[in-house]
């Protein structure tokens, strides 16, 4: 089992930038393919970008594309996401999962075994 806390959340205006990092604790971290999904009042929750076990390969939703950035720091046990150029409609609760079956992630948010509490994201216009 793993356990996740997010943190990076916050308020920013348009065309800001934040960081968002997960960092786990339990079993081996480097074992879990990653990925951040995001949730908005009102809206099914939604994949954001996947990362693999390696960190060798990412994935992401076409809506972040070239705005945000999927990393992860095995040693560290620690997740992060980089996101550039927010837009209010990035608005929403944040949160990272792991997925102890897959190499790479995948976008199936019932593929994920272990969730975060999540982390707030305001972006103002």
């Known amino acids: 089992q793993v356990q996740m806390v997010e943190s990076g959340g916050g308020l920013v205006q348009a065309g800001g930038s934040l960081r968002l990092s997960c960092a786990a604790s339990?079993?081996?971290?480097?074992?879990?393919?990653m990925g951040w999904f995001r949730q908005a009042p009102g809206k099914e929750r939604e994949f954001v970008a996947g990362i693999s076990r390696r960190g060798s390969s990412t994935y992401y939703a076409d809506s972040v594309k070239g705005r945000f950035t999927i990393s992860r720091d095995n040693a560290r046990n620690t997740m992060y996401l980089q996101m550039n150029s927010l837009k209010p409609e990035d608005t929403a609760v944040y949160y990272c999962a792991a997925d102890s079956r897959s190499i790479v992630a995948t976008t199936t948010i019932a593929a994920y075994d272990y969730w975060g509490q999540g982390t707030q994201v305001t972006v103002s216009s």
């Open positions: 339990g079993r081996t971290f480097s074992m879990y393919a």
